[in-house]
């Protein structure tokens, strides 16, 4: 019999067995899938985000979905614990911008590997393409796992790690909600987030701006009184269906967040193409320029202001004949350009799906879980981890960091209950 059964072996459930076995449990990790850390080896396009080297507060910062339930384990396994773990199993890590932790290597084959060849080292029995169909428990207590062969594995330990709903080909298909829901827990509303934005704009629609990047701008949510909700900095792309890019995935919880909380059919967003300025720089900056050369075309003077393409664009949509001469432009329409470049707003109408989203937002409720353990408030021996929680984070190796931490936990509180 094993002391402790995991079901996944993405991050969480990979740590889980890890910790499990190092505090002396005999551990089962099941998955369904044909190799381990699937969802693991496509992060961070492809090279792994490990975690995220921010100080602790920050973190948390960066963890919108119940990041504050994040401080019980990562006071036992933190990101930088995660760091130690890997440069332990001699793989070489380095900073990105915004504080991402990548593996030198800059593959995600070399982090999913080190953590399996650790799995070995410390005895942990695998069984892939096995899937779960359910666990068994009492009133009380959790008994076994039975497995879609119709076989029944006992253990008193189970710790769900089976993921969330996004990117379903990589297992995550939403297993553990139902077994936790028999468990007597509450499953939070499920939503897309870190998902690119979808809008019916006509410049959007006759896809006028595809493909166009943005470096360096704020995007804002905002509110129907014009309030602003959440602004995220970075890049941004414009897409055949709306809009993608980090700045956009951070957004995107907000948008679908106030769109059911405001009943509306669309929300506004903004783009600040030059946060650094004020709108009476932008004005004033644009005029000087007109300035210095007044008999050349608008068009030419003002070149290089805005990425060339946006700004035809701006151009066209805000009615302004580019081909004046530059001393000819009414202070009117410059206010207008420097109104768009300081606020283009944005109507967005929703989401792509939980399916397509990097990230899924709800699930286990927090409140039912013990922090410092992981352990169900419901029914003895039975553990979360991962993305099943209603946890999540900004990309950028938050999630992964959560799901190494909670797991971590979990393996480690699983073993230490089977000693007690
Ligand atoms: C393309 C992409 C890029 C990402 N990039 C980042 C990033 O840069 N930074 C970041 O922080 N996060 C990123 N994420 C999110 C991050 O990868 C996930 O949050 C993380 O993998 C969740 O880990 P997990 O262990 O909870 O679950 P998962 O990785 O989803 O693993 C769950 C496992 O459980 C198994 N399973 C499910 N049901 C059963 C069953 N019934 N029986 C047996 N096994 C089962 C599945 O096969 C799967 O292997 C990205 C996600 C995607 C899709």
């Known amino acids: 019999m094993y002391d402790v059964i995991i079901i996944g072996g993405g991050p969480s459930g990979l740590m889980a067995s890890v910790a499990a076995s190092t505090y002396g449990a005999k551990v089962l990790l099941i998955d369904k899938g044909d190799k381990l850390g699937r969802k693991l080896a496509i992060s961070g396009g492809g090279r792994c985000n490990v975690t995220n080297r921010m100080e602790r507060k920050q973190l948390i910062e960066h963890i919108p979905g119940n990041g504050k339930f994040m401080h019980s384990p990562f006071s036992i396994f933190d990101n930088e614990n995660i760091i130690t773990f890997f440069e332990d199993l001699g793989i070489k890590l380095k900073e990105e911008d915004r504080g991402r932790m990548f593996p030198v290597s800059d593959k995600a084959k070399t982090v999913v590997d080190a953590l399996i060849n650790k799995m070995i080292t410390l005895g942990v ?49 939403g297993d553990g909600y139902p077994w936790a829901q028999k468990a007597g827990h509450t499953i939070t509303e499920l939503y897309p987030t870190e998902v690119p934005i979808t809008s019916n704009e006509p410049f959007i629609q006759n896809k006028t701006l595809q493909g166009l990047a943005l470096r360096n701008i704020e995007l804002s949510v ?74 050349k075309s608008v068009r030419n003077v003002l070149k290089g202001f805005l990425p060339e393409r946006f700004l035809t664009f701006l151009f066209e949509y805000l009615n302004i004949d580019a081909s004046l001469t530059a001393a000819s432009l009414s202070h009117e329409d410059i206010r207008k350009l420097a109104a768009a470049t300081k606020q283009f707003s944005i109507q967005v109408n929703g989401t792509l799906s939980i399916e397509k989203a990097f990230v899924t937002g709800g699930g286990v409720s927090v409140k039912e879980i013990e922090p410092k353990s992981m352990h169900s408030r419901k029914k003895n021996g039975l553990y979360f981890c991962g993305e099943v929680l209603d946890i999540h984070g900004y990309t950028g190796g938050y999630n992964i960091t959560c799901a190494f931490s909670t797991g971590y936990t979990a393996g480690k509180s699983a073993a230490e209950r089977v000693k007690s």
């Open 125 to 173: 029995k695998v069984r892939t393409n096995c899937k779960v169909n359910d666990i068994l428990f009492d009133d009380e207590k959790v008994h076994a796992v039975h497995l879609q062969d119709g076989s029944i594995v006992k253990t008193k330990n189970v710790i769900i790690a089976s993921g969330g709903k996004s990117v379903p080909h990589t297992g995550s298909t």
């Open 222 to 295: 905002i509110n129907p009184k014009g309030k602003t909700i959440i602004t995220h900095e970075g890049d941004m792309l414009f897409t055949h269906f709306g809009l993608s890019g980090p700045a956009v995935l951070r957004c995107s919880q907000f948008v679908v967040k106030a769109l059911k909380k405001f009943k509306t059919p669309t929300v506004e967003m903004q783009i600040d193409l030059m946060p650094s300025m004020h709108q009476e720089e932008v004005f004033q900056n644009i005029i000087k320029q007109l300035k210095n050369e007044p008999k």
